[in-house]
């Protein structure tokens, strides 16, 4: 089994994220779900808070999406491609904030929506075009329902659960 992001053969816009980020040796999560997530496989994974679970599935489902990169404009070259749902808005953004650091050097665009704040600036990048989405259930459904995310093209889903145990 591979242990380090260096022997994963990530795009080159990927490896320099991760390497920017100071990422060396895959946490066990990391090593065990990044390589099946690649061959296209399904994983369903848990693992502790701060274990490295959004590199897991982010890293191996931004390079799979890496055939879609284009620097075009147009919103019709960028439809959601993936969608991660998340339980709560602060967990929606902190994952948000993450893809986009690994997909900073891509041409690959990633938006959020959550409740709790006016839609509108969530409506103009969805309408830009986004092929990572990143969400809440109820404010996904707002805009399912609103035709601003339209996910008839979605290729991967991701559902990150916090479970909490009593």
């Known amino acids: 089994m591979t242990s ?4 994963l053969q ?3 816009s990927l490896a320099r994220a991760v390497a920017d980020m100071g990422y060396e040796s895959m946490t066990p999560i990391q090593a065990q779900a990044i390589p099946v997530v690649l061959t296209g496989k399904d994983v369903m994974g848990a693992a502790q808070t701060g274990t490295g679970k959004t590199a897991a599935f982010s890293l191996p489902l931004l390079q799979r999406l890496m055939r879609h990169e284009n620097t075009s404009a147009s919103p ?5 491609r993936a969608l991660v749902l ?3 808005r602060e967990l ?7 893809i986009a650091q690994y997909a900073k050097y891509t041409k690959l665009r990633s938006t959020v929506v959550f409740g709790g704040m006016d839609m509108k600036p969530q409506t103009l ?7 990572v989405l990143v969400a809440t259930p109820g404010r996904l459904l707002d805009h399912i329902e609103a ?3 339209v996910l008839n093209q979605v290729e991967y889903v991701v559902l990150d659960l916090s479970l909490i145990h009593i």
């Open 4 to 7: 380090s992001f260096s022997n």
């Open 10 to 12: 990530l795009a080159e």
């Open 86 to 88: 998340l339980p709560t």
């Open 92 to 98: 929606a953004d902190q994952v948000a904030q993450q």
């Open 125 to 131: 990048e969805l309408k830009k075009g986004v092929e």
């Open 76 to 80: 019709a070259r960028h439809p959601v």
């Open 147 to 149: 035709k601003n995310a």
